[in-house]
């Protein structure tokens, strides 16, 4: 199921009221925030023709 802008946005902000501050605690968190950030923007890397393996997008 593909998820809609706003609940992508949604799920971002629940994760950024996660934050610690604590670089390591937090990089888990900071990785998901990235990952759903690029879906919503619709950003995969520049110089891929494939998908990102990494993340998903």
Known sequence: MELTSEQLQTE???LNSKLTG???ADMDIKDEIHNLTMKLNGIKPMDSHFECVGCGS
Do not use: G, V
């Open 12 to 14: 971002i902000d629940a």
């Open 22 to 24: 604590d670089m390591f």
